[in-house]
């Protein structure tokens, strides 16, 4: 939904599943993303065809569902095209450079996407709230963003930024299945857990980051992902609806007969195939 909380259909067709409030059924979700997925591929299409760039920031708290919904967007894209970056600690050096550069050499050329897996937006988030920089860097970092962005997408640069919501409830819900699922274990670090106790206080962040870096070239949505996979479908339409008419028809290819019988694969000399 938008910043105003009023909901917007996108590309992809009319809304499936159950009504509001219920978790969204497994075949309900895979048959409303399969549109989607075409028309994300037209729009990936239509990027190489003519050129533009497009970043997607997707922000939120811990188990907010941002790599779920990453990899929903990626999925059937080109990763040559599609790039997602999700950037780790900074190192000494990075620590001593203005604090956007590590980032600008992930901005997508021309053609390209990029999907942003948390962004510079850490600094109004995790670094502010666990005391990671000072409040003197949050309120610059603040301050600049809006410029920053505005540098890019007056270069022509389409910019959309996402912020997950999730309450603490199902928060908590989360953090316990990463504890207890030795494949998800990977995904929990001391760092979250420390991060438990302070809901709070990343609301409050969250919510003077919005104020200060909320702006109509580069404005937030808020998308609901108490149920991720609704949450996945309700973004991936609203990132459709935001640029124009994407359907570019593919290059037309043609794959003609074999002009003999096809060959089996024969193996050097002292490999065998597993």
Same mark, same amino acid.
């Given at each position: 939904m938008t910043k105003d909380g009023k909901g917007k259909k996108g590309k992809g067709g009319k809304d499936h599943g159950e009504p509001a409030g219920v978790a969204?059924? !497994?075949? %309900?979700?895979? @048959? @409303?993303?399969?549109?989607?997925?075409?028309?994300?591929n037209n729009l990936a299409r239509w990027l190489q065809h003519t050129g533009?760039? #497009?970043? *997607?920031?997707?922000e939120g708290r811990d188990t907010a569902g941002k790599g779920g919904a990453i990899a929903? *967007? @990626?999925?059937?894209? +080109?990763? &040559?095209?599609? $790039? *997602?970056?999700?950037?780790? !600690?900074?190192?000494?050096?990075?620590q001593a450079q203005w604090y956007f550069q590590r980032h600008v050499p992930h901005l997508p050329a021309a053609g390209e996407i990029t999907l942003f897996d948390r962004s510079w937006y850490n600094r109004a988030g995790v670094e502010r709230v666990m005391g990671y920089c000072s409040e003197a860097q949050a309120l610059a970092f603040l301050q =600049?963003?809006?410029?920053?962005? &505005?540098?890019? /997408?007056?270069?022509?640069?389409? #910019?959309?930024k996402y912020w997950l919501t999730v309450d603490q409830a199902e928060q908590e819900k989360r953090l316990a299945e990463r504890l207890d699922d030795p494949l998800k274990r990977w995904?929990?670090?001391?760092? %979250?857990?420390?991060?438990?106790? !302070?809901?709070?206080?990343?609301? !409050?962040?969250?919510? @003077?980051?919005?104020?200060?870096? $909320?702006?109509?070239?580069?404005?937030?949505?808020? /998308?609901?992902? +108490?149920? =991720?996979?609704?949450?996945?479908i309700a973004l991936i339409r609203h990132l459709l609806a935001q640029v124009p008419d994407t359907h570019t028809p593919p290059e037309p290819l043609q794959l003609p007969p074999l002009p003999a019988p096809p060959l089996t694969e024969r193996l050097p000399r002292g490999f065998r195939a597993i």
């Open positions: 969204m059924s !497994k075949a %309900d979700y895979l @048959a @409303a993303l399969e549109p989607l997925e075409l028309a994300l533009r760039r #497009l970043a *997607v920031v997707f929903a *967007v @990626a999925e059937t894209l +080109n990763p &040559r095209q599609c $790039h *997602v970056v999700a950037l780790g !600690k900074p190192s000494e050096r990075e =600049q963003t809006p410029v920053f962005e &505005r540098m890019l /997408v007056d270069d022509g640069l389409i #910019l959309l995904k929990l670090s001391p760092i %979250d857990l420390q991060a438990r106790d !302070k809901y709070a206080a990343y609301g !409050k962040a969250r919510d @003077a980051m919005l104020k200060a870096t $909320h702006t109509d070239h580069a404005p937030w949505t808020l /998308v609901d992902f +108490n149920d =991720q996979r609704r949450g996945r």
